[in-house]
Structures are given as C-alpha cells and as structure tokens.
C-alpha cells in the first residue's frame, strides 16, 4: 500500500522532469556519470518509462546544452552599445558555466540545437550585425570571444585555487620546491602573485576587454 500511494502521490513523468534530473545528476557527479540508469534512479522510475519521453541519452544531451543555453542572458540588441551588450553576456555565460563545469566543452558540440541555443546565437550574432560588423567579420568574432570565454572557465575550473587561502598554500609549496635561480621569472611572478593575490573576477575583466577592444577593429 505504501508504495502505491507514493505512485500516485509521485509527479507524473514528463521531458521536463527527465531533463532536470539529468541536469541535477551531471551538476552533482559530472557529465561521465550520465547515464538512463542514473537518471531513473533519480527519479525513482524505471529505465526503461524514459524512452516514452526522451529518444536517447543523445537526446538528453541534446535537451542538457539547451537548458544551459537557456540560462546565459541574452545580450540586449537595438543598435546600442555592442560591447557593453556582449559583455554582459559573457559575464552571465560565465557565470552559468562555472555553476555547470561540466558543459563547457558540450556545449557547441551538438547537431542538432534547440530553440534556446539558437535564439542565443541569433542574439549574439544579431548584436554584432546591429555594431556594425560585417558577416565575415562577425563569424571572426563570434569565434574569438568564445574562444577567450570557454578557455577562461575551463582554466578556472582546473585551478586548484578557490580561496585566497589555498593561493597562498599552493604558491608557497610551489616557491619552496622551487629553485630560484633556475626559473627567475616564474619565481618573481609567483612570488608577486603571493603578495598581491589573485582574482578570477579581475583577470576575466580585463581579458574580456582587451578581446572586445580587438575585435572592434574588425567592424566596418
């Protein structure tokens, strides 16, 4: 009786559903873990009730890029400030993928993108084409301000440093193993580093600028 009544008392199975439990799952154990399986057991189901929802586990990645592509703020269009447009963009797709680390390198890899990533491309894209950036020059800087995003998150990702606490431990190991006299550059810009500190926020900004600097000379 107890199992029955959890039946009914249970949210009935939808797309939706599959999608938030695989997005909880790859959030929580990483995209490696994916699996019908593990999702089923998220939802308490069998396997094998998804497949009247979903087509595959392609299709589920397929849905996963989709619902990050649907979390990044657009960036604002009408002929404004393109760059103050694209970087609110970046900061929010940041923002979303340092929550999603494990969608970084999925996300441009699927064929066959839902409606929220390509509304996102289309917002990107149309932000570009309204500052005047011809559609050579836009796909030139399409690519290099995502090249400049992605590889930003997943440097910051890898990086064994979250806190001001663990910079100092990690380059205080670093300089004590560390002869100076062999790396003199390395041990000065670590030991800068060390006294100063360093901070992602910070050094995303002023990449970030330095790229939409540089692709301003390709706009007509």
Avoid at 40 to 54: D, N, P
């Amino acid at each position: 009786m107890g199992e029955a009544k959890r039946e009914r008392e249970r949210p009935p199975l939808s797309q939706e559903r599959v999608l938030q439990a695989a997005l909880a799952l790859c959030d929580a154990e990483g995209i490696a873990k994916l699996s019908m399986r593990r999702i089923a057991q998220r939802l308490g189901v069998e396997a094998m009730s998804l497949y009247h929802h979903v087509a595959n586990k392609d299709a589920i990645l397929d849905g996963l890029v989709d619902a990050v592509f649907a979390e990044i703020a657009l960036p604002p269009r009408g002929g404004g400030d393109w760059r103050a447009a694209l970087a609110l963009r970046c900061h929010s797709a940041r923002a979303v993928l340092l929550r999603h680390g494990w969608a970084v390198g999925l996300l441009d890899s699927r064929r066959n993108p839902g409606p929220a990533t390509i509304r996102h491309h289309d917002a990107v894209i149309g932000c570009l084409r309204d500052g005047g950036f011809s559609l050579v020059a836009t796909t030139h800087a399409f690519s290099m301000i995502d090249s400049y995003l992605y590889g930003f998150v997943l440097q910051e990702l890898a990086l064994p440093i979250r806190t001001p606490e663990d910079l100092g431990e990690v380059a205080s190991d670093i300089l004590a193993a560390l002869p100076v006299d062999v790396f003199p550059a390395f041990s000065e810009l670590a030991r800068h580093t060390l006294s100063h500190g360093w901070d992602a926020d910070r050094e995303f900004e002023v990449g970030l600028s330095a790229v939409l600097g540089a692709i301003a000379s390709l706009a007509t």
